[in-house]
C-alpha cells in the first residue's frame, strides 16, 4: 500500500517577521545545505502534469468499472481481466469481494457509470512513482445483483429504474415491477461519493491502490 496519505498535504511555508536577519556566510551555507537534505532530489512537475492525471485517472476508473461489472455478471470467477488494472496489493482485495459472488450462487447485470471525477493530490516520490488520489461520483444504481438462477428484470423495470417516483404505467406494469424487486436476495446499488488511489511509475501507467467510500463533503 501507499505511505500514509497525511504525507501527501501540503505543508504552507511560514513567513516569520519583517525583516531577513543578517547571517554568516557559514551560517547561510549550512542553512542551504540542511533545507536540501530535508527536500530531497529536485522533482520537478511537467506543466500539464495535473490535466494528464484527471485524464489518466478518469480513463482507469472507466476501464475498471467495465471490468468489476463483466467480471460479476459472469459470477466472479473470471477476475483475472481485472489483473491489470490494480495494484497487486489492491488485486487481493478484489479477489475476495469476487470470491463472494461465487461462495454466494450471486451474478450481476447492468452497469456502473462514474462521473465528476477530480484530481485530489497528484504527487512524484522520492523514487520517481507517481500517486494520484481522486474523488468521484460512482453510479450503481443501473446494476442488479442477484441469485444466478433469477431470471433478468424486465422491460418494465429497466424503464423507470431507479426513478419510480415518475412511474406513468398502468397496474399490471407496477405490479410486475413491484414483483421482481421483492425477490428475496435481490439488491442494486446506488450513486456514492468514492476516494480511489492510483500509483504507477509514470502517469501513462496508473492502476488502482485503492478504493473506498469517502465521508466528506462531496456530492454526487
Same mark, same amino acid.
Given at each position: 500500500m501507499l505511505s500514509p496519505r497525511a504525507a501527501l498535504v501540503l505543508i504552507p511555508l511560514l513567513l516569520v517577521g519583517c525583516e531577513t536577519p543578517t547571517a554568516e556566510p557559514e551560517e547561510v551555507g549550512r542553512g542551504e545545505l540542511a533545507a536540501k537534505l530535508e527536500r530531497g532530489p529536485e522533482r520537478s512537475?511537467?506543466?500539464?502534469?495535473?490535466?494528464?492525471?484527471?485524464?489518466?485517472? =478518469?480513463? &482507469?476508473?472507466?476501464?475498471? @468499472? #467495465?471490468?468489476?461489472?463483466?467480471?460479476?455478471?459472469?459470477? %466472479?470467477?473470471?477476475?483475472?481481466?481485472?489483473? =491489470?488494472? &490494480?495494484?497487486?496489493?489492491? @488485486? #487481493?482485495?478484489?479477489?475476495?469481494?469476487?470470491?463472494?459472488? %461465487?461462495?454466494?450462487?450471486?451474478?450481476?447485470?447492468?452497469?456502473?457509470t462514474v462521473d465528476s471525477v477530480i484530481v485530489q493530490s497528484a504527487h512524484i516520490t522520492q523514487d520517481q512513482q507517481v500517486e494520484v488520489g481522486i474523488l468521484a461520483c460512482v453510479d450503481g444504481t443501473g446494476l442488479f445483483v442477484l441469485p444466478a438462477e433469477y431470471a433478468d428484470p424486465p422491460d418494465v423495470v429497466w424503464q423507470w429504474h431507479p426513478a419510480y417516483e415518475d412511474f406513468e404505467g398502468d397496474d399490471q406494469d407496477w405490479r410486475s415491477l413491484e414483483a421482481y424487486l421483492a425477490q428475496p436476495g435481490l439488491t442494486w446499488g446506488e450513486e456514492r461519493a468514492v476516494q480511489a488511489w492510483l500509483v504507477g511509475e509514470d502517469v501513462g501507467s496508473l492502476v488502482i491502490d485503492s478504493w473506498e467510500q469517502w465521508w466528506g463533503v462531496y456530492e454526487c
Open positions: 512537475l511537467p506543466a500539464d502534469f495535473y490535466d494528464v492525471a484527471l485524464e489518466e485517472a =478518469s480513463a &482507469v476508473l472507466e476501464s475498471y @468499472l #467495465r471490468a468489476t461489472d463483466e467480471i460479476t455478471s459472469g459470477g %466472479g470467477t473470471q477476475w483475472q481481466a481485472i489483473g =491489470s488494472l &490494480v495494484s497487486q496489493e489492491w @488485486l #487481493r482485495e478484489e479477489q475476495s469481494g469476487f470470491g463472494y459472488f %461465487g461462495s454466494e450462487g450471486l451474478r450481476s447485470i447492468g452497469d456502473t
